[in-house]
């Protein structure tokens, strides 16, 4: 109410809390770490100080891909001690650390945060880092970049929002000029594994919410406890793909709520009508 005139989409900065857990878990299968790996102290709460980030996987083993799928802290966060040069890599590759690159439109990141590497050797301080409750914040756009990247298979992608344009009076359309893809941010076969815990986290995980009878809807739904009073924050990120080879990727946060299945029934919803599906 504060606040009714900023674009969050491009302006609103938060903390991305577990919804980093694609970028981390891309770091980790990047260092060769199986999805179906044990992970220890899934279930255990994630205590920092006044912050305290639960799990509960419903009786499903503890295996990393479960971690992802019921939105578990605890691995990610270790991940950020035991894999910091990966997972620093993995926070700037996939554009977390600039303003997203979008024609006529001034986007914005927050504040870039010390790197991994350059912090104490401190368990709790990289541990906030991993679990998303650190310094790093994030736009809904940036979040949508990391959905769209794992969606292309690896590749960045080229933000714009029109392909063509029609001058008044005429009958066609100007192919406006479109940037091509950009480099890897990650392996195509890393993605491809991003893709299966996207897909574990919909059909038998915390973002159940967003599965369609008929598609097949990849995304990883989470929460936050955002800015200097900790406000919850409820994130979906996920994306499906076309039949002509394109995909339609989204992002969801859903502000003053922790309720991410709550975010992933929103997402599911949006991805549905996006590709005409009633």
Known sequence: PSAPLVNRVIQGTYQP???????????????????DSAVVATDTPLQFDDLMLPCNLNG???????????????PFALAAFEHRANVQQAIEAFGLL??????HFKTQ????????????????LLGRQGAGQGSLT????????????VANHGNAVSLHMADATRPPGSTSWQPLNVAADQPA?????????????????????????ADRDGLTIYGH??????????????????????PNGNSIATAVVLENTRDPPAAALIGGAALQASVGIK
Request: aromatic content about 6%.
């Open 109 to 124: 990141t927050g504040v870039p945060p010390s790197p991994l590497y350059a912090l104490a050797d401190d368990k709790v």
């Open 17 to 35: 809390g577990s919804a980093l857990e694609t970028v981390v878990l891309s770091a980790l299968l990047t260092d060769k770490v199986p999805l």
């Open 185 to 209: 941010v990650t392996s195509q076969s890393v993605a491809t594994l991003l893709r299966t815990a996207m897909r574990a986290a919909v059909t038998n995980g915390t973002a159940h919410a």
């Open 138 to 149: 994030v736009t809904p756009l940036q979040m949508a970049i990391v959905a769209a990247t």
């Open 221 to 242: 739904a989470s929460f936050a406890l955002s800015g200097p009073k900790n406000n919850a924050i409820s994130w979906f990120i996920g994306f499906v793909d076309l």
């Open 98 to 103: 600039r303003p997203p690159a979008l024609a």
């Open 60 to 74: 499903a083993s503890p295996t990393l891909q479960n971690a992802y799928a019921m939105d578990c802290p605890q």
